[in-house]
């Protein structure tokens, strides 16, 4: 850390201009999960590589990448190409490129479930896709999720992704928990939630026969990085196989992020239906539903309708095919690197500062928990952190340059370098002693 403390950055041309936004956009904001920033939601003028300038004059060092996708980083120079040489060709045919053909056969490559491929535009539709594929499958209703795992924001999943623990009922078997007024009850009607990482719980229900789906993240991410316990994906995995229920990975978050394999190549088990978002297009409004042939063709020729028209836009394609060719190992192997220095790098500086927290998840993908003294098992006891000190805590560090999400997740690019993480340290030093103060 520099021995002059420099002045904080300002963000009030940020927060005014939020204000006048609210004239014209509900809440100033065009998601959810933009509001409710503090100091305030920041309004930019323009990315690159890892960092972000906003309209007060400031460079921040990002670590929200888009929630995400920025796998390599804002800008990356090949996307920019491809989707450029894309534009000269067209935007939207309402037909077939060659470039979704091209992006196809890479996701094929890449992912061991995907067989056959179909694209969309955003995560919550790849996850209506595969769950309304799963039901035709197997001709049954009922569709196990777990608390704290998000899928989209569409009334019938948005259940139980941020229960308050009061509402939920027993641990062992919780009430679905609505996520939104304007929610039906009845939209909950074949939803089913238990608590993740509790495999004699899933292995139970699946035994009565009449599950469509298992849908979860294979390594939770959105709400907090949690790792599956040791046998756990195996145990669903064998269950789901034993039961004729569609295991469906939600793979969003964690398709092309946790290598070119997902989650999936990570840790060997293979569902039958996986969905991505994300990382998939850098930034491009792309997102799939993969997996067993059998399953994925039935919207050929099993009745199963799948529509959108920005499917597999000829931009959105130049990018998924510009992103995947780069995804080499080489790539992920610096992303680990950079982002494990930081992991330890952060455990020690908290350490040091008497801050008791808990860094857990991927050199790509993890997540900062305060005032928990174990790394949590399942979403339960991360509802138990301490969620204000950590809101303090990436306040602190917004004000030295250094964006991370509030909710505690951070994302790597290839483009965090050293000098990008040491700076990331001696702002995450300054920051948890301001904290501690
Ligand atoms: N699934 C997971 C695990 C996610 O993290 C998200 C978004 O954050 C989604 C689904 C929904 O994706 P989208 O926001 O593109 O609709």
């Known amino acids: 850390a520099t021995a002059e403390t420099p002045a904080p950055l300002s963000f009030a041309e940020s927060a005014r201009r939020i204000r006048d936004n609210a004239a014209v956009i509900a809440g100033g904001v065009n998601s959810n999960f933009r509001m409710n920033?503090?100091?305030?939601?920041?309004?930019?003028?323009?990315?690159?590589?890892?960092?972000?300038?906003?309209?007060?004059?400031?460079r921040l060092i990002d670590y929200y990448l888009g929630m995400g996708p920025m796998i390599l980083g804002h800008r990356p120079q090949g996307v920019v190409d491809a989707v450029s040489a894309a534009m000269e060709r067209g935007i939207l045919f309402g037909g077939q490129s060659d470039l979704e053909t091209e992006a196809a056969r890479l996701v094929c490559e890449f992912v061991p479930c995907a067989e056959r491929i179909r694209f969309a535009s955003s995560g919550s539709e790849a996850d209506q896709a595969a769950i309304r594929l799963a039901r035709a499958a197997t001709g049954r209703r009922v569709v196990l999720k777990f608390e704290g795992h998000y899928h989209g924001w569409f009334d019938n999943v948005l259940w139980?992704?941020?229960?308050?623990?009061?509402?939920?009922?027993?641990?062992?078997?919780?009430?679905?928990?609505?996520?939104s007024r304007g929610q039906l009850?009845?939209?909950?009607?074949?939803?089913?939630?238990?608590?993740?990482?509790?495999?004699?719980?899933?292995?139970?229900?699946?035994?009565?026969?009449?599950?469509?789906?298992?849908?979860?993240?294979?390594?939770?991410?959105n709400a907090g990085a949690i790792r599956p316990a040791d046998g756990y994906l195996e145990g669903v995995r064998a269950a789901c196989s034993a039961a004729g229920?569609?295991?469906?990975?939600?793979?969003?978050?964690?398709?092309?992020?946790?290598?070119?394999?997902?989650?999936?190549?990570?840790?060997?088990?293979?569902?039958?239906?996986?969905?991505?978002?994300?990382?998939?297009?850098?930034?491009?409004?792309?997102?799939?539903?993969?997996?067993?042939?059998?399953?994925?063709?039935?919207?050929?020729?099993?009745?199963?309708?799948?529509?959108?028209?920005?499917?597999a836009q000829l931009?959105?394609?130049?990018?998924?095919?510009?992103?995947?060719?780069?995804?080499?190992?080489?790539l992920y192997a610096g992303i680990e690197r950079a982002g494990a220095r930081l992991m330890e790098g952060m455990r020690a500086r908290f350490e040091a500062a008497?801050?008791?927290?808990?860094?857990?998840?991927?050199?790509?993908?993890?997540?900062?928990?305060?005032?928990?003294?174990?790394?949590?098992?399942?979403?339960?006891d991360l509802a138990r952190s301490d969620k204000k000190a950590y809101v303090a805590f990436t306040t602190a560090l917004l004000e030295r340059g250094v964006r991370a999400l509030e909710r505690g997740a951070w994302f790597l690019s290839s483009t965090h370098d050293d000098a990008v993480i040491d700076a990331t340290l001696d702002a995450v030093e300054d920051a948890a002693r301001v904290l501690r103060a």
Request: glycine residues 12%; contains cysteine; charged residues 15%.
């Open 354 to 380: 008497g801050v008791r927290a808990v860094v857990t998840g991927y050199p790509a993908i993890f997540h900062v928990a305060f005032g928990l003294d174990a790394p949590a098992r399942n979403y339960r």
């Open 315 to 330: 931009l959105s394609m130049a990018a998924t095919v510009a992103t995947l060719r780069a995804l080499t190992p080489d």
């Open 160 to 179: 139980s992704t941020a229960p308050p623990p009061d509402a939920a009922g027993p641990a062992d078997h919780p009430v679905p928990v609505s996520g």
């Open 245 to 311: 229920t569609v295991l469906i990975f939600d793979e969003v978050i964690t398709g092309f992020r946790l290598g070119a394999g997902g989650a999936q190549g990570h840790f060997g088990v293979t569902p039958d239906l996986a969905t991505f978002g994300k990382a998939i297009a850098n930034g491009f409004p792309v997102a799939a539903v993969a997996g067993r042939a059998d399953i994925l063709d039935l919207v050929a020729t099993g009745g199963v309708v799948h529509g959108g028209t920005y499917n």
């Open 37 to 58: 920033i503090a100091p305030t939601p920041l309004v930019f003028e323009r990315a690159d590589g890892p960092y972000l300038f906003d309209v007060d004059g400031n």
């Open 185 to 221: 009850g009845e939209a909950a009607y074949g939803i089913e939630v238990l608590p993740w990482n509790d495999l004699a719980l899933v292995e139970a229900r699946l035994a009565q026969g009449d599950v469509a789906a298992v849908i979860m993240e294979a390594t939770m991410c």
